[in-house]
């Protein structure tokens, strides 16, 4: 895959107007999966591939039409990888696209400089109620025995007396 043709697939992604960002990781981007067949826009500013284009769409899709639901075979016959070797990268023999220039071990500067946001204070601030942050775990709860599995509250197995010990504390 050549980086003119799709490179900007990764600038899509990871640019700060992305739907990838933090900013936009909760509750607004769970409804536009949930709506993808209306939600999903691909911005002008950014030139992308129609192969490109239709990769994305057929994997942001209903599970049962979704790009790949026929096994990997699909997914791999897919314009988008037209000309990938799919053997030398299963064999770890494939060139790599880009290798930079190292001015040493530890040199970092292929890397971007990022750029750290302050932190308010509002954004520690306990919520009540449901929020956008619970959506990734719908369905699931906790509690103490789970933590620790039934059988160590009960006094059995290697750990017994660190449990007898944690529960007599708490």
């Not at 993808?36 to 284009?53: N, W």
């Not at 919520?127 to 619970?134: A, K, L, V, Y």
């Amino acid at each position: 895959m050549s980086d003119d043709r799709h490179g900007s697939l990764a600038k899509l992604v990871t640019s700060k107007d992305s739907i990838l960002t933090l900013d936009t990781l909760l509750v607004g981007t769970y409804g536009n999966i949930m709506n993808h067949k209306s939600s999903l826009v691909f911005p002008d500013d950014i030139p992308l591939s129609e192969e490109a284009k239709s990769i994305v769409r057929g994997f942001l899709t209903d599970s049962s039409d979704r790009l790949g639901s026929n096994g990997i075979e699909e997914i791999k016959r897919h314009e988008f990888f037209q000309g990938f070797d799919w053997s030398s990268a299963a064999n770890k023999t494939m060139a790599p696209p880009y290798i930079p220039e190292l001015l040493s071990e530890v040199d970092t500067t292929h890397f971007e400089d990022i750029l750290e946001k302050p932190v308010s204070k509002e954004e520690f601030t306990s919520q009540r109620g449901f929020s956008g942050n619970h959506l990734p775990f719908v369905g699931f709860s906790y509690t103490k025995a789970q933590q620790w599995g039934a059988h160590l509250m009960a006094g059995g197995g290697p750990l017994a007396g660190v449990v007898a010990d944690v529960k007599h504390v708490t």
